[in-house]
């Protein structure tokens, strides 16, 4: 199942391309509904690189929901149209979903930018739940975004990195 949303940045493509790329952001946007545990690495590199890492979720900060892979590539596409345009695809794999391959699109606008999520969700039997759970949360995470941009990316005290975090 497909969820995709876009939301309106006011900051440019590319500083929100570098914060996509701090592991920081996704604790900061996805926050308190989910919280990732880093499992293997020990610890999320301070920006992302294209590889695979292993982690514990945890919903609502401490019920464990099983593990997932989170598998990056970025694919920058600048040259199209004369925009900045750029994409982060992790293509992950969990014990909820068989498939959980998340692709984030970030284009320049006149002002501002576009930020785009676009998911397809395969969890078998549970897919329903899972996209359902999917929704929401990538609603609340766009809320975040908007909310961080706002604040010049203030992330101000967050959940740490490290696996006791």
């Known amino acids: 199942m497909?969820?995709?949303r876009t939301?309106?940045?006011?900051c440019s493509a590319q500083r929100c391309f570098e914060e996509v790329q701090k592991s920081a952001l996704l604790q900061q946007v996805a926050a308190p509904l989910v919280r990732?545990?880093?499992l293997e690495p020990a610890s999320f590199?301070?920006?992302w690189e294209p590889k695979e890492y292993l982690v514990s979720v945890r919903l609502f900060g401490f019920l464990p929901a099983g593990r997932q892979r989170i598998n990056l590539?970025?694919?920058e596409r600048s040259a199209e149209m004369g925009r900045f345009h750029v994409e982060l695809r992790d293509n992950g794999r969990g014990t909820l979903a068989s498939t959980w391959d998340h692709l984030i699109v970030v284009q320049a606008l006149e002002q501002g930018c576009s930020y785009t999520d676009r998911v397809t969700v395969k969890a078998g039997i549970l897919t329903p739940l899972v996209w359902s759970f999917a929704w929401?949360?990538?609603r609340h995470r766009?809320?975040?975004?908007?909310?961080?941009a706002g604040s010049g990316f203030s992330y101000g005290p967050g959940p740490?990195?490290?696996p006791r975090g």
Do not use: G
């Open 136 to 138: 929401i949360f990538y």
């Open 160 to 162: 740490s990195n490290s």
């Open 73 to 75: 590539s970025i694919r």
């Open 45 to 47: 590199p301070e920006r």
């Open 2 to 4: 497909l969820i995709e």
């Open 142 to 148: 766009q809320r975040r975004w908007r909310r961080l």
């Open 36 to 38: 990732f545990v880093p």
């Open 7 to 10: 939301t309106l940045l006011s």
